[in-house]
């Protein structure tokens, strides 16, 4: 059973930091590129970031470039984003997954997220 548990979301004031974890589960993680979404309340879900596989390629959503960075550590099965400058419209649960090697979509399994609240 495939599983990802999303940690480190939290109140922050604007231009603030934190740091997301997602804990993988139940697949072969170095195999997969990875990544984090966001859903903001009455929005669709959202890609924000992704990493390859082996950690050496990443794009960002326009709307976080130069503030976020996702990273990977495969011996820990474990995804980060970091996050600074955080704004209110960064406001939103985050959840991270794995893209289909083929179709490069998410995965069907999600977590329950971890959600981020930037206040002003």
């Known amino acids: 059973q495939v599983q990802f548990v999303e940690s480190g979301g939290g109140l922050v004031q604007l231009g603030g930091t934190l740091r997301l974890s997602c804990a993988a589960s139940g697949l072969t993680f170095s195999m997969y590129a990875m990544s984090w979404y966001r859903q903001a309340q009455g929005k669709e879900r959202e890609l924000v970031a992704a990493i390859a596989s082996a950690g050496g390629f990443t794009n960002y959503a326009d709307s976080v470039k130069g503030r976020f960075t996702i990273s990977r550590d495969n011996a820990k099965n474990t995804v980060y984003l970091r996050m600074n400058s955080l704004k209110p419209e960064d406001t939103a649960v985050y959840y991270c997954?794995?893209?289909?090697?083929?179709?490069?979509?998410?995965?069907?399994?999600w977590g329950q997220g971890t959600q981020v609240t930037v206040s002003s």
């Open positions: 997954n794995a893209r289909h090697p083929a179709t490069l979509k998410p995965l069907d399994y």
